[in-house]
């Protein structure tokens, strides 16, 4: 059974940092593009980074740029969100998704609230 389990959202203040974590279970994590997506209330889920098995990354969401640092841990099976600078802008919550041909995994989710 595929697990991707987030942790790590909560309440920072604009300027603060957070790092999201997904655990995997269940896939052979090595070999799956991990990726960070976020739905705010109202709004189409949006991808916001990737990292593939040989470690490339992209940020297909300009607003992140810069800002947000995707990185992967194979030898715990996570992959890990890094935010910095965060804004109000950035609330939403985030999910984990793994890829790997058409494999397709979603975690539950976890909300991330930007606010003073």
């Known amino acids: 059974q595929v697990q991707l389990v987030e942790s790590g959202g909560g309440l920072v203040q604009p300027g603060g940092s957070l790092r999201l974590s997904c655990a995997a279970s269940g896939i052979i994590f090595s070999i799956n593009t991990m990726g960070w997506y976020r739905q705010a209330p109202g709004k189409q889920r949006e991808l916001v980074a990737t990292?593939?098995?040989?470690?490339?990354?992209?940020y297909p969401a300009a607003s992140v740029k810069g800002r947000f640092t995707i990185s992967r841990d194979n030898a715990k099976n996570t992959v890990y969100l890094q935010m910095n600078s965060l804004k109000p802008e950035d609330t939403a919550v985030y999910y984990c998704?793994?890829?790997?041909?058409?494999?397709?995994?979603w975690g539950q989710g976890t909300q991330v609230t930007v606010s003073s």
């Open positions: 990292i593939n098995s040989g470690d490339i990354t992209t």
């Open positions: 998704n793994s890829m790997f041909g058409t494999q397709r995994n």
